[in-house]
């Protein structure tokens, strides 16, 4: 099922047993007699799990009908059947004085813990709303601000700090109270003639970080969302409406949740519901991202719900209390067999969403082997990365200084729960694979696994790097895949992680595209560093004579001075290591590989008798500089590595002797 319930809760059903819901916390709160137990909804939990530890505290106060706790959680407020508000110490139990002078139709607390021991509470009466700044430790509500009107309904959105009042039949009054001036421009809505506005009929959510007035209209079949927090949004021109009607009937009572930042639209007498992304649209239209989807529990369909915030649905009459859950994985399948979708767009959808990043890991991999063309791959990579360079922009603001680079590390714990994926991510789970089993290479090579990453789970073994036969000429589909994906990032000014680049190095060598790659690296997409340096040296090794000056280069500048010297040795140019070695006070290098070198090389000694001679030469001032040099001198010449050269400087033996 795309969208089912799992019970989170449950409790032996009584005529004064009250079960609600505390949106800010997620926390259910059952209050009885002399008290109240709470438990946590724990978001991603599994359907069997234990729940976690709650609260019981004891309150000499009956006839409680509800509660919310103060942000830092120290606190609760609660609301009596004699409408008389009071706050209470969480860990205390000693009520404190409260306020019975009118209908209290809600209350919420304003954002912030406690400062100096004062927390703010907005009360919402048929008068207005009120707004009391609270003293803990002295025990005084003190009146800060209020703002007077004749109210019929409120509804709430505590966690956005947002209220939504009824002042006529058809008239909504907004408050925001984040801003400093928190009353917003008040609206009338579209009724059927004759009709008022009753509770079920609005909504106040939260959907993308704005809060929304939803009015859901059965007897239309359009639900209607008003942006009341975003002044230029909130203008009827960018209302969006959705039509869920089949027909001209009725729809029926329709019930609303909020799960993901996905709006469920419950058509109760149809007993299905439609789920909405108010930010997907095909021709300016909201369309269902699903067929109409039964909702069912472990023990069959339920008709008589109370919807609460946060995807919690109550069943007073089982005493059960539920959580929507959503199958992105069932709804995505839905969603695709409908007619096409670009990749982009269904890469937006996916992306909107928590957990989602194996289905994205899917479709690129479908993509690939479906090989889908290569402007529709270059438009979704644009949509994933961008999603990938806002977290990045997130996390080098963090701190409060803006930081220049940020570590693979960090961003790995920051998207860790999120749907966006990494160059790592990309190259462990979606490239490498389909490279593999796409070239037939299972048993060559093992392909990693994300959560245990070794270098050799991703690195294509130099035998099959440098020997593999039949490749060159057109550009093999997945090596032009993957150079979109990391232009894409340039284009975006991400500079790839290593990781990526070797990939990239690996793969045109494997496909014999070394014209490719050295544009690459001429123009620095494959920007410089030791991984590449060395395979630069093993293609230099395999008669690339252009890798030869590359490979001394690039480790020049990474100061890979052991490279160098190799390069320098395999390319015959004798007279240019001991200089270099002195030089950079390569302490490693061993002289005796030198020489052996020099001596198998005819040619060389054949152009150049002398050759042996002059390096020899080179050998013996270097070993006096060195023994000149005092060793605690900062600069000092380091002595070579002279271990089994006598054959070529027998002076060496004398020394050993005496």
């Given at each position: 099922?795309a ?7 449950h ?13 800010v916390h ?7 007699s ?21 609260l ?43 306020r019975a ?16 021991c ?17 003293s ?5 509500w003190?009146s ?11 509804w ?8 939504l009042l ?25 009724l ?33 969302l ?10 009827p021109?960018?209302?969006i ?8 009937a ?6 609303l949740?909020?799960?993901d ?22 021709r ?19 008709v ?8 919690i ?14 199958d992105?994985?069932?709804?995505l399948e ?14 937006k ?8 990043r194996d289905?994205i ?25 961008s ?6 922009e997130a ?9 220049t ?23 462990t789970?979606v ?11 299972e ?24 020997t ?15 150079i ?8 975006l000014?991400?500079l ?6 070797c ?9 014999r ?16 560093s ?48 001991v ?10 290098f ?6 052996e ?34 060793r ?5 010449v380091p ?20």
């Open positions: 099922m969208l089912g319930l799992s019970p989170v809760y409790w032996e059903t009584s005529d004064d047993a009250v079960v609600t819901f505390d949106a997620r926390r259910i709160i059952h209050i009885r002399g008290g109240f137990d709470t438990v946590n909804v724990i978001d991603g939990a599994i359907d069997g799990e234990p729940p976690p530890d709650g019981s505290v004891q309150l000499e106060q009956e006839g409680i009908h509800s509660l919310r706790f103060s942000p830092d959680g120290l606190y609760f407020a609660f609301l009596a059947k004699s409408r008389r508000v009071g706050t209470v110490q969480t860990m205390q139990h000693q009520p404190q004085k409260g002078d009118f209908e209290i139709l809600g209350y919420f607390w304003l954002p912030g813990g406690p400062q100096d004062n927390s703010d509470l907005a009360m919402v009466s048929s008068h207005g709303i009120e707004i009391f700044r609270l803990f430790e002295q025990k005084t003190k800060l601000k209020t703002f007077p009107s004749s109210v019929r309904i409120c709430l959105d505590p966690a956005a700090s947002t209220v009824c002042t006529g039949t058809r008239t909504l009054q907004p408050f925001d109270f984040r801003r400093r001036n928190p009353k917003l421009p008040r609206f009338d809505l579209v059927t003639r004759g009709h008022s506005i009753e509770p079920a009929d609005v909504a106040l959510v939260t959907i993308y970080d704005c809060s929304y007035c939803i009015h859901a209209d059965g007897l239309t079949g359009k639900v209607s008003r942006n009341v927090t975003n002044l230029e949004q909130g203008t021109e960018h209302d409406v959705i039509d869920i009607s089949e027909s001209d009725p729809v029926g009572p329709l019930r949740s909020v799960v930042n996905l709006l469920i639209v419950h058509c109760l007498e149809r007993m299905v519901a439609l789920i909405f992304d108010i930010r997907h649209k095909e300016d239209i909201v369309p269902s991202l699903i067929s109409p989807c039964t909702v069912t529990s472990h023990e069959g369909p339920l008589i719900w109370d919807y609460l915030d946060g995807g649905v109550l069943d007073a009459s089982k005493g059960v209390v539920y959580q929507l859950r959503l992105c994985g069932i709804i839905d969603f695709l067999s409908r007619p096409p979708h670009e990749l982009a767009t269904v890469l959808l996916l992306l909107r969403r928590t957990g989602c289905h890991v899917q479709l690129l991999r479908k993509g690939l082997v479906s090989k889908t063309n290569s402007s529709e791959m270059a438009q979704g990579f644009q949509v994933l990365n999603a990938y360079r806002q977290v990045i996390l080098s603001q963090k701190s409060g200084t803006r930081q680079t940020v570590s693979l590390q960090e961003l790995e714990a920051q998207i860790a729960y999120q749907s966006v994926l990494s160059e790592k991510d990309m190259v789970l490239f490498h694979p389909h490279f593999v089993m796409s070239e037939g290479l048993e060559s090579i093992p392909t990693g696994n994300n959560d245990s990453f070794a270098l050799e789970n991703w690195t294509i073994p130099e035998s099959l790097r440098v593999n036969p039949g490749k060159g000429g057109k550009t093999p589909y997945v090596l032009s895949v993957v979109s994906y990391l232009r894409s990032l340039l284009g000014q991400i790839p992680h290593k990781i990526l680049q990939f990239v190095f690996d793969i045109c060598v494997y496909f595209q070394e014209h490719l790659l050295q544009q690459l690296l001429h123009y620095h997409v494959l920007l410089d030791p991984e590449l340096a060395l395979r630069l040296q093993i293609l230099a090794k395999d008669s690339r004579s252009w890798a030869t000056q590359a490979s001394l280069d690039m480790a020049l500048r990474v100061r890979e001075f052991s490279v160098v010297a190799e390069m320098l040795l395999f390319s015959g140019q004798y007279l240019d290591i200089p270099f070695i002195v030089t950079q006070k390569d302490v490693n061993k002289v005796k590989t030198l020489l070198e020099l001596e198998s090389d005819i040619k060389a000694n054949s152009e150049d008798p002398e050759l042996m001679q002059h390096v020899l030469t080179e050998i013996r001032l270097w070993k006096q500089e060195a023994d000149l040099s005092p605690s001198a900062e600069g000092g002595q070579p590595d002279l271990d089994g050269c006598e054959k070529w400087l027998p002076e060496l033996v004398n020394t050993l002797t005496s």
